[in-house]
């Protein structure tokens, strides 16, 4: 399955240390990121990331598109809930194309580890039906 991983700066850490916790589960799924998450997930999991551009440089419209033509299966993105909309217009974007394309979307840790336990046992195989 192809996972598509995004951090808002002040969450960078986190997604760093789920990323560590969950290594054995996500080295069987296909990662993608934007760039600086991507890099900073790879620098300490060894995992390889396809990296889209950086957030603030496109990088979650990129997101946004492979979302659109069905290209990623799960989502998490650990975002900060109280960040100035002006300061992360991607946000919405993605929280809205998720929920019309029918994408599961962790937006915080409790929801990713939910997500990411599912995707071990095998219960978002109905994702294989939608390709």
């Known amino acids: 399955m192809n996972i598509g991983l995004i951090a808002h700066d002040s969450k960078k850490k986190l997604m760093q240390n789920f990323c560590i916790a969950y290594r054995g589960i996500l080295s069987k799924h296909s990662l993608y990121a934007t760039g600086t998450t991507g890099r900073l997930i790879e620098e ?6 396809h990296k889209y551009l950086a957030g603030h440089l496109g990088g979650g419209q990129q997101l946004c ?6 290209q990623l299966d799960l989502v998490i993105f650990l975002r900060e ?3 100035p909309k002006r300061l992360d217009p991607a946000s919405s974007p993605i929280v809205r194309v998720c929920d019309m394309h029918n994408i599961p979307l962790a937006t915080n840790v409790a929801t990713a580890e939910l ?3 599912a995707l071990e ?3 978002l195989e109905w994702r294989e039906m939608y390709k």
């Not at 598109?65 to 069905?70: F, H």
């Open 121 to 123: 046992r095998g219960d």
């Open 81 to 83: 809930p109280d960040a």
């Open 115 to 117: 997500l990411v336990k």
């Open 44 to 49: 300490v999991t060894n995992l390889n990331v």
């Open 65 to 70: 598109i492979d979302i659109e033509q069905n």
